[in-house]
């Protein structure tokens, strides 16, 4: 967990496993109430590390109700890597950070491909982050024609230590491997034998920091996932955008891996 950071680990030591959901651009202010009040007294499995990451609009909302220090930890889903400025449009960490927020997804592949998020950018987000004592969680993945030219493990392994270059050993950053072809609702989900190499990847490149899967988990498949070798957590969209679901899937990695 990152110093300073959530202390949501406080409970019972590093977390074990991580559930989480980014919301994508969904969700109106009331949603992201009713879903977060959902949560508030759900049981979580000791080692267990929930998230949610709202859009920038309902960080401050979610916070409420799921605030720093408390068991679900809140995210941001981009930020700036500097602090402030003229950067009409953008958010900063530390804005992030007021809002409630103590994590930060960096470099997810919707962002690299319509955003221009280069490696570089993903690696100066994680400095920034870690510098206002916020957890990154680095997305990484190869694309369709990636994999099918065998080069998976060999592009995820670049994003990673560009990811991580500079970033002292110690600091502590979440990495998701979400092979672009398995996401959103035209994506083909994956099996667990086309992720454990990659996986195991990024465990090496990550120097065993914690590894979370994403790109179409669901209730159906999260089982298979979450029993790759190294795989540490789910990451989840479109699926656990309703309460019930998430914590579902909670439940689901708490069995296999608390
Ligand atoms: P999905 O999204 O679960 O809806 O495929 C995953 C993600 O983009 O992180």
């Known amino acids: 967990m990152a110093d300073g950071g959530s202390g949501a680990a406080s409970r019972s030591g590093p977390p074990t496993a991580w559930i989480g959901t980014s919301w994508k651009m969904t969700k109106t202010l009331a949603q992201a109430r009713a879903f977060s009040g959902a949560l508030v007294d759900v049981p979580w499995a000791a080692g267990l590390q929930p998230f949610v990451i709202p859009p920038a609009t309902a960080i401050a909302t979610v916070a409420e109700l799921l605030p720093p220090g408390g068991p679900v930890l809140v995210g941001a889903q981009d930020a700036h ?71 998976a493990v060999d592009v995820v392994s670049a994003q990673v230590r560009a990811a991580l270059d500079g970033v002292p050993d110690h600091a502590q950053v979440l990495l998701a491997y979400e092979p672009v072809w398995a996401i959103g609702a035209s994506g083909t989900p994956a099996e667990p034998e086309d992720i454990a190499e990659v996986v195991a990847s990024i465990v090496a490149v990550g120097q065993g920091r914690p590894v979370l899967y994403g790109g179409s988990v669901a209730l159906d498949n999260a089982t298979g996932l979450i029993d790759v070798a190294g795989v540490d957590g789910l990451f989840v969209g479109r699926a656990a955008w309703d309460a019930a679901d998430f914590v579902a899937l909670a439940e689901i990695v708490a069995q296999r891996s608390t």
């Open 81 to 151: 890597w500097e602090d402030e400025g003229p950067w009409t449009g953008e958010v900063s960490v530390p804005q992030v950070k007021d809002a409630g927020a103590r994590l930060l997804e960096i470099g997810h592949s919707e962002r690299r491909a319509h955003f221009g998020e280069t490696d570089e950018r993903v690696n100066l987000k994680v400095q920034a982050a870690l510098r206002h004592g916020l957890l990154p969680l680095v997305c990484v993945g190869e694309d369709a024609g990636q994999r099918a030219a065998g080069s």
